[in-house]
């Protein structure tokens, strides 16, 4: 049971333009959202969050949507860099409030073209 | 302020044997969380310590076991390892306010022959 998904297992964009990654979840209880991106052979490394009271959060060229009606959110990249170029998770904290259990999507590798 | 600190980074193990695998997390946290990286599966959580007690346990079977020390260092345990195993196994840690990241280690190699 695939709680958190990523349907695109892949993304490629031109430098300098948006990325645009998405994210589903089925569980109405997640209310902390995060997103991580990880190069291979090293851990993950977070990007950024959000909590399910806001619908958006801003921190630099990464923007997190959340649509809680759809069970979405996305994650903007702009502009986007070479260096952006690598495999992004969504993440849910679990149920039960503050623990570290996260739940993660499959991953979009994303490749920013020079 | 050190990170998050898996050793060893690499493993071979053949199958049939244990390994154990561990975990300093930054100073301060007490949780301490455990995934499986395999290029099907994605991450999938294995379980979190919280205070040298097991608060949260993913869907593993027995052979994965794990502890943690009244310093918040963390091992996990795999007994009578599969080639299955085989994956990148990853530790984070997680401060106490509510709504924080976890920061993830470089995590250890483990390679089933």
Not at chain 1, 51 to 78: Q, W
Not at chain 2, 59 to 77: I, T
Request: glycine share 10%; with cysteine; proline share 4%.
């Amino acid at each position: 049971d695939q709680q958190v998904k990523q349907n695109s297992p892949s993304l490629s964009v031109q430098e300098g333009r948006i990325s645009i990654l998405n994210c589903d979840y089925t569980n109405s209880m997640f209310d902390y959202f995060l997103w991580y991106k990880k190069y291979p052979a090293e851990g993950p490394t977070f990007l950024i969050s959000i909590s399910s009271i806001k619908d958006k959060n801003e921190d630099g060229r990464f923007t997190v949507f959340l649509n809680k009606s759809a069970k979405h959110l996305s994650l903007h990249i702009v502009p986007s860099q070479p260096g952006d170029s690598a495999v992004y998770f969504c993440a849910a904290r679990g149920e039960g409030g503050n623990t570290g259990k996260l739940i993660f999507g499959q991953g979009t590798t994303l490749q920013v073209k020079p | 302020k050190a990170g998050v600190t898996q050793t060893p980074r690499y493993l071979i193990k053949t199958r049939g044997q244990q390994v154990t695998l561990s975990c300093s997390p930054i100073s301060g946290h007490r949780s301490v969380s455990w995934y499986q990286q395999t290029p099907g599966q994605g991450l999938q959580f294995l379980f979190e310590y919280f205070s040298e007690t097991q608060r949260n346990k993913g869907n593993f079977p027995g052979r994965f076991s794990g502890r943690q020390f009244s310093n918040s260092r963390s091992e996990m345990n795999v007994s009578t390892l599969e080639l299955g195993d085989s994956a990148l196994y990853l530790c984070a840690s997680k401060g106490a306010a509510m709504n924080t990241e976890a920061f993830f280690g470089q995590g250890t190699r483990l390679t089933v022959v």
